[in-house]
């Protein structure tokens, strides 16, 4: 069964930077867009980036735009979230899955992001 594992969390001061990475239990991310959801506590999840198949493409959410690059390795069935300028806003939980509402995958854990001075 797929499971999706979201290591590189952490704690980050304002102005900080962090990666995430996102690696799935077997190899089929290549075949799917893929994207990084968010959710802050008393929140709903949030997609924040998400990337073509090929990578070629990706497109943000305003609020990460220009401080958050998505990009992946499809022949090591990882998507990656670098995260720069990162501001108290962004403290989550964060996630990745298909770029697919209505077909997700199971959730995995997510990672923690907090930052905060």
């Known amino acids: 069964q797929l499971q999706l594992v979201e290591p590189g969390g952490g704690s980050a001061q304002p102005g900080g930077s962090l990666r995430l990475s996102c690696v799935a239990s077997?190899?089929?991310?290549?075949?799917?867009?893929m994207g990084w959801y968010r959710q802050a506590p008393g929140k709903q999840r949030k997609l924040v980036a998400h990337?073509?198949?090929?990578?070629?493409?990706?497109n943000y959410a305003d609020s990460v735009k220009g401080r958050f690059t998505i990009s992946r390795n499809n022949g090591k069935n990882t998507v990656y979230l670098q995260m720069n300028s990162l501001k108290p806003e962004d403290t989550a939980v964060y996630y990745c899955n298909k770029n697919s509402p209505s077909d997700y995958w199971p959730w995995g854990q997510g990672t923690q992001v907090t930052v905060s001075s």
């Open positions: 077997v190899s089929i991310l290549r075949i799917y867009a």
């Open positions: 990337i073509s198949r090929g990578g070629s493409i990706s």
